[in-house]
């Protein structure tokens, strides 16, 4: 089975999309920010078969690749499509050089916090009404670190 990403520039799907997925989260956003930040990221329709079964969005900064939206259609679940996606948005970051993948996650939604703990999430924070997880693509280097040993430890 496979799936393929398509690659969207129709900011109202985007828009649709996203609602669906972040419900209260996306209340957080007017409009003007919802469209300059949904114009910012990078959104996909997922397909299985030509048929759409999902949405992704994320946004690349400095150091990690944020994870906004991903909305799987409920047809899709048990199917390793998830896992499928989060491996793509790993090659995806380490192609980029992030070194982790972000996300917020609803409180209240456990299966999608035991999808993503499943796929190597950890939760690192949390707001009122979500945690923050975080997956490490990339080793961390601690620059300071890697100068003390070179200092003591000359090869």
Same mark, same amino acid.
């Given at each position: 089975?496979? +799936? ?14 996203? !609602?669906? *997925?972040? *419900? ?10 919802? /469209?300059? $930040? ?10 299985? /078969?030509? &048929? ?6 994320? /946004?690349? #900064? ?10 799987? #259609? ?6 390793? +499509? *998830?896992? %499928?996606?989060?491996? $793509?948005? !790993?090659? &995806?970051? %380490? ?12 409180? /209240?939604?456990? &299966? ?7 796929? *190597?999430?950890? +939760?690192?924070?949390?707001? %009122? #009404?979500?945690?923050?997880? &975080? $997956? ?20």
């Amino acid at each position: 089975m496979s +799936i393929t990403f398509r690659h969207m520039d129709d900011i109202h799907y985007v828009k649709t999309q996203t !609602e669906k *997925g972040m *419900g209260l989260l996306h209340s957080h956003f007017n409009k003007k920010q919802g /469209r300059k $930040k949904w114009n910012q990221n990078q959104n996909f329709q997922i397909l299985k /078969r030509k &048929e759409s079964i999902g949405f992704i969005s994320f /946004r690349l #900064d400095d150091e990690y690749l944020f994870l906004d939206v991903m909305e799987l #259609d409920k047809r899709a679940l048990d199917q390793g +499509i *998830g896992k %499928r996606v989060i491996r $793509k948005l !790993e090659v &995806e970051a %380490r192609k980029k050089q992030k070194q982790a993948i972000y996300l917020y996650v609803l409180k /209240r939604d456990q &299966e999608a916090i035991s999808m993503y703990q499943r796929y *190597g999430f950890s +939760i690192i924070d949390q707001g %009122r #009404d979500y945690w923050v997880m &975080e $997956k490490e693509v990339l080793p961390k280097t601690n620059h300071l670190e890697n100068k003390y040993l070179r200092i003591h430890f000359p090869l």
